[in-house]
């Protein structure tokens, strides 16, 4: 049997899941998991920030191949896929310096401006169809500058690049995470050195961009050692949207939803909309698979939920607030895209400022799930004015995809047909890339087709 394993990374855990092809069909089974999530501590610049442990989460991935191994499902071929814009700056020994810091930390804060004062931020849009956000790769880079971590620095690399560096000794850049840091210019497909140069960036740590489907190279001989076994390393699309989006039964172009942490609503397009149309309503124009790309947007998701869920120190799984939610309807409108929700101390007390009174676990839920309908729908409308198209059918995937609540809210605010599934998009569309780049899957029409016939894919 030749098997296939995405190592699936986001924001509050990981996933190995191993695949193989059978009768026109792909079969996957989950054989390990870990936890995830930022932490505080003193960084390079001597403050504290949000950062990941990402010595630690290398060693959950080589716990996992090594698992693979021992269930007698050693892989074939490899591939890792994680969230965008993180990264790794290597020094002269190829070590991490200052490790990898978090998105959600606020160093940010004191670099848009600075940025914006020398590339304003409608002729970054112009260029790399990228929306602002305050965790912009753009935007971090400029704090290593100003704290002298970039003069250190030998190369940089997104963190999946970064993983599968330490896995092969290979540095290659992947071109779909690669976008997301705000520095791909939309034509070329390639980085934009006009960026780099205006904002004084190191020129040598951007290299030349590699696209999904490609080899990265073998296991060293130390990772196969501790593994077990010797095996490809793949690039899949290697952000994690990318991937999910690879995975979902879409028809020509057909509109998605990627349900996670996130929710990115968007659709697949030929070529960049970077007017100022697609810019004013928020819309982002990031890589896919043969310089396409996913013209989305980033609506806050089930992050509000899940941070609920953890102050109220995991009492409750996510079915329960469902039907929590379900059982407690109240009409409350709130902007779950307001900056309040992004990395606030006490989630349920920014949620209960925003209705203007305390809400019950399961009212807070409800409010939660109504005002992303209402976002999903909103945001859907500003994607038909700029295309020009009408859309009469809607996709969600990834593991938002479970939530039936959610998805008939959904289905009630924006009046489109909904098809929900597969659940484990990101994975499954890590695993279809890498058949594809080598040779087993013709095409990703091909293996969305073999996606179609393979997992459970229902109109709600």
């Known amino acids: 049997m030749k098997y296939y394993l995405a190592i699936d990374i986001g924001a509050s855990s990981g996933r190995h899941i191993v695949a193989y092809l059978e009768n026109g069909k792909m079969v996957t089974e989950e054989i390990y998991r870990f936890q ?42 490899i591939g890792i896929d994680t969230w965008g814009v993180d990264y790794a700056l290597l020094d002269e020994n190829d070590k991490a310096i200052g490790g990898v810091y978090c998105y959600r930390d606020s160093r940010t804060d004191e670099t848009i401006d600075k940025v914006h004062e020398i590339l304003p931020f409608e002729k970054l849009y112009a260029k790399t169809g990228i929306q602002f956000s305050t965790f912009n790769s753009v935007y971090q880079f400029y704090h290593d500058k100003m704290t002298g971590r970039m003069a250190n620095a030998k190369s940089m690399l997104m963190l999946p690049d970064y993983f599968n560096f330490r896995l092969t000794g290979v540095k290659k850049q992947e071109y779909t ?52 076994y010797k095996a490809l390393v793949m690039l899949p699309a290697t952000h994690d949207t990318a991937s999910a989006v690879l995975a979902a039964p879409l028809s020509g172009q057909t509109p998605y939803i990627s349900s996670g942490t996130w929710s990115l609503l968007g659709v697949e397009q030929n070529a960049a909309h970077t007017d100022k149309a697609a810019m004013e309503v928020g819309y982002s124009n990031e890589g896919s698979v043969n310089k396409t790309f996913r013209f989305q947007i980033n609506i806050m998701g089930l992050w ?29 409108e709130i902007n ?20 203007g009174r305390e809400l019950s676990v399961g009212e807070m839920a409800y409010v939660i799930y109504k005002n992303l309908a209402r976002c999903y729908d909103s945001s859907l409308k500003a994607l038909e004015d700029v295309t020009g198209e009408k859309y009469d059918t809607l996709n969600i ?64």
């Open 177 to 228: 995470n690669a976008t997301t840091t705000g520095m791909v210019n939309a034509i070329t497909h390639e980085w934009d050195e006009e960026i780099i140069e205006k904002l004084g960036y190191n020129k040598e740590i951007f290299g030349e961009l590699t696209q999904p489907g490609s080899v990265v190279g073998e296991l060293t001989d130390e990772v196969a050692s501790f593994v077990g």
């Open 304 to 332: 509000m939920i899940q941070q609920v869920r953890h102050e109220l120190e995991d009492k409750y799984s996510f079915a329960q607030l469902a039907q929590m939610a379900k059982e407690n309807p109240v009409d409350i």
């Open 36 to 77: 995830n999530g930022p932490v505080s501590q003193i960084a390079y610049d001597g403050k504290e920030h949000l950062v990941w442990e990402a010595e630690r989460l290398y060693t959950e991935i080589l716990n996992g191949l090594k698992k693979a191994g021992e269930l007698g499902k050693a892989p074939y071929a």
């Open 336 to 355: 779950v895209n307001d900056q309040t929700f992004f990395a606030p101390k006490s989630m349920i007390g920014a949620i209960n400022e925003a209705a």
């Open 397 to 460: 995937i990834g593991g938002g995809s479970q939530n039936k609540l959610l998805n008939a809210l959904t289905k009630e605010h924006t009046g489109k047909k909904v098809i929900a599934g597969p659940a484990e998009g990101t994975a499954i569309g890590n695993l279809m890339m890498q058949m594809v780049g080598l040779g087993d899957v013709e095409n990703v029409a091909a293996g969305r087709e073999i996606i179609k016939n393979s997992f459970d894919i229902y109109e709600v």
